[in-house]
């Protein structure tokens, strides 16, 4: 059917796919059609089936043109696609180019043309002896001391408080509402059993301060003016009067930092020694996690920007449906309800895939070069390191290895694991290459929670 083919190469990775029909299959393919709907058509005067083909093309050729039309696209573009070099992306389906101008013209050669994105053509720059500068972190006594209040904190107990007043880091639980000039009660502005704990802020109204010294059943009428950069808006520059009456008070009994704490938190530790060596593994931990994720970040931010690399808008678009579909998962909400939310901010679907275009455009180059750079470097990973690698994640994670194992056979997953482990060794490979050079010092905490 095609006698002819060109290919030529546009911007972003996708090219334009030129073909040509044999003029002769495009009218048989129109003949064929024709005779097809001649034996079925009813025309007033002809019996079922005795059609001329003739009296059908007068009255249903246009129709019948048009179909073949597609039929001559379907088939042709599918011939061609066999053995052309450059394959569409899986998820690019190919566009007709010009569609208004086709034109089927029975007896000649048919030309069409279409479309389509393609794997992008990838030049990698220079990704040895690069020169990445790393944050100067080390985990202090301070981190550890937190680590551990943190730990006291999290084995507290919270008892009701025997007499006595509000006092900071109480629990209380309180009822409020807005009260008028006229001191009457707002409608739609009483809320009943508010609980947070007193000088945590965690309330619109920031009455930690206020309700200080109340004692339990007390009511009070709080006059309160905000600034007008209040971090609420609906307030902001206003003054309110608001009633609130406490409810309960409670205290957190916080345990001793000593023995009997660390054999509380785990069996593991007999003596608080124990635990604090623990936490401290833990934290060296999560610093060299985050350092090594650091490096590779600032590594390939210089492999990028060494490298030419154009990916075609599909890639781009499937990369921000892929967010788009981790943000529904996180919210742990359907999508309709993420949609209204975001409506009620002023925002829509769109200006978010806008906001994360770049990282997504970023995340793509990323993996792509990941890709490039362990083929041209014959990185590869064996069945025996995957499966040490699975072994791995479940210990970490408190699991069965075996159950683990035939769960990822049964679901054809040891491919993702073998490339886990492949981008492992790629990295280990990169960051020996490189030269490092000490940055600025950080804090711990600023630094494993990216506030920099």
Same mark, same amino acid.
Request: net charge negative; no cysteine; hydrophobic share 30%.
């Given at each position: 059917?095609?006698?002819?083919? *060109? %290919?030529?190469?546009?911007?972003?990775?996708?090219?334009? !796919?030129?073909?040509?029909?044999?003029?002769?299959?495009?009218?048989? /393919?129109?003949?064929?059609? !024709?005779? &097809?709907?001649?034996?079925?058509?009813?025309?007033?005067?002809?019996?079922?089936?005795?059609?001329?083909?003739?009296?059908?093309?007068? /009255?249903?050729?246009?129709?019948?043109?048009?179909?073949?039309?597609?039929?001559?696209?379907?088939?042709?573009?599918?011939?061609?696609?066999?053995?052309?070099?450059?394959?569409?992306?899986?998820?690019?389906?190919?566009?007709?180019?010009?569609?208004?101008?086709?034109?089927? @013209?029975?007896?000649?050669?048919?030309?069409?043309?279409?479309?389509?994105?393609?794997?992008?053509?990838?030049?990698?720059?220079?990704?040895?002896?690069?020169?990445?500068?790393?944050?100067?972190?080390?985990?202090?006594? &301070?981190?550890?001391?937190?680590?551990?209040?943190?730990?006291?904190?999290?084995?507290?107990?919270?008892?009701? /408080?025997?007499?006595?007043?509000?006092?900071?880091?109480?629990?209380?639980?309180?009822?409020?509402?807005?009260?008028?000039?006229?001191?009457?009660?707002?409608? *739609?502005?009483?809320?009943?059993?508010?609980?947070?704990? %007193?000088?945590?802020?965690?309330?619109?109204?920031?009455?930690?301060?206020?309700?200080?010294?109340?004692?339990?059943?007390?009511?009070?009428?709080?006059?309160?003016?905000?600034?007008? *950069?209040?971090?609420?808006?609906?307030?902001?520059? &206003?003054?309110?009067?608001?009633?609130?009456?406490?409810?309960?008070?409670?205290?957190?009994?916080?345990?001793?930092?000593?023995?009997?704490?660390?054999?509380?938190?785990?069996?593991?530790?007999?003596?608080?020694?124990?635990?604090?060596?623990?936490?401290?593994?833990?934290?060296?931990?999560?610093?060299?996690?985050?350092?090594?994720?650091?490096?590779?970040?600032?590594?390939?931010?210089?492999?990028?920007?060494?490298?030419?690399?154009?990916?075609?808008?599909?890639?781009?678009?499937?990369?921000?449906?892929?967010?788009?579909?981790?943000?529904?998962?996180?919210?742990?909400?359907?999508?309709?309800?993420?949609?209204?939310?975001?409506?009620?901010?002023?925002?829509?679907?769109?200006?978010?895939?806008?906001?994360?275009?770049?990282?997504?455009?970023?995340?793509?180059?990323?993996?792509?070069?990941?890709? /490039?750079?362990?083929?041209?470097?014959?990185?590869?990973? @064996?069945?025996?390191?995957?499966?040490?690698?699975?072994?791995?994640?479940?210990?970490?994670?408190?699991?069965?290895?075996?159950?683990?194992?035939?769960?990822?056979?049964?679901?054809?997953?040891?491919?993702?694991?073998?490339?886990?482990?492949?981008?492992?060794? !790629?990295?280990?490979?990169?960051?020996?290459?490189?030269?490092?050079?000490?940055?600025?010092?950080?804090?711990?905490?600023?630094?494993?929670?990216?506030?920099?």
């Amino acid at each position: 059917m095609v006698t002819q083919k *060109d %290919v030529q190469k546009l911007e972003h990775a996708s090219v334009k !796919l030129t073909i040509t029909v044999d003029g002769a299959e495009a009218q048989k /393919k129109y003949d064929e059609l !024709l005779k &097809k709907y001649a034996k079925t058509a009813h025309i007033k005067g002809f019996r079922k089936g005795k059609v001329p083909p003739k009296i059908l093309e007068q /009255k249903y050729g246009e129709g019948i043109k048009e179909e073949a039309t597609i039929e001559i696209l379907d088939e042709g573009l599918k011939e061609a696609l066999e053995d052309v070099e450059q394959k569409p992306l899986p998820y690019a389906q190919p566009r007709l180019d010009d569609e208004e101008s086709l034109n089927l @013209t029975l007896g000649e050669d048919f030309t069409f043309s279409v479309i389509y994105d393609v794997y992008p053509d990838i030049e990698v720059g220079e990704y040895k002896g690069l020169e990445i500068e790393v944050p100067d972190v080390k985990v202090l006594k &301070k981190d550890e001391k937190r680590e551990l209040e943190n730990i006291q904190e999290q084995n507290s107990m919270v008892a009701e /408080k025997q007499g006595g007043a509000v006092e900071k880091d109480d629990i209380v639980t309180i009822d409020y509402v807005e009260l008028d000039e006229e001191g009457n009660e707002k409608p *739609d502005t009483s809320r009943s059993d508010f609980v947070f704990t %007193v000088g945590t802020g965690y309330n619109i109204f920031k009455i930690d301060d206020d309700i200080i010294g109340m004692q339990k059943d007390e009511e009070k009428v709080i006059e309160k003016e905000f600034p007008e *950069d209040f971090e609420h808006e609906e307030y902001a520059g &206003k003054k309110i009067r608001l009633k609130v009456k406490v409810k309960t008070i409670k205290q957190k009994d916080v345990p001793a930092l000593d023995d009997e704490l660390a054999q509380d938190v785990s069996d593991e530790y007999e003596t608080l020694d124990d635990l604090k060596k623990s936490v401290r593994a833990q934290l060296e931990e999560t610093l060299n996690q985050k350092l090594r994720e650091t490096k590779i970040e600032k590594l390939f931010d210089q492999i990028i920007e060494n490298s030419k690399i154009d990916p075609p808008e599909s890639m781009i678009q499937a990369e921000l449906d892929n967010s788009w579909q981790r943000f529904i998962q996180q919210s742990r909400i359907g999508e309709e309800q993420v949609l209204q939310i975001l409506q009620m901010q002023g925002k829509s679907k769109e200006d978010m895939l806008a906001e994360w275009r770049p990282n997504a455009e970023r995340s793509l180059k990323f993996q792509l070069l990941v890709e /490039k750079i362990r083929e041209t470097e014959g990185i590869e990973a @064996t069945d025996e390191e995957a499966y040490e690698e699975l072994k791995q994640q479940a210990e970490q994670a408190g699991q069965d290895y075996e159950e683990v194992k035939q769960q990822y056979e049964q679901n054809n997953l040891m491919d993702y694991v073998k490339t886990d482990v492949q981008n492992r060794k !790629l990295f280990d490979f990169l960051l020996e290459q490189s030269k490092l050079k000490k940055g600025k010092k950080m804090d711990y905490l600023d630094f494993v929670q990216n506030n920099n």
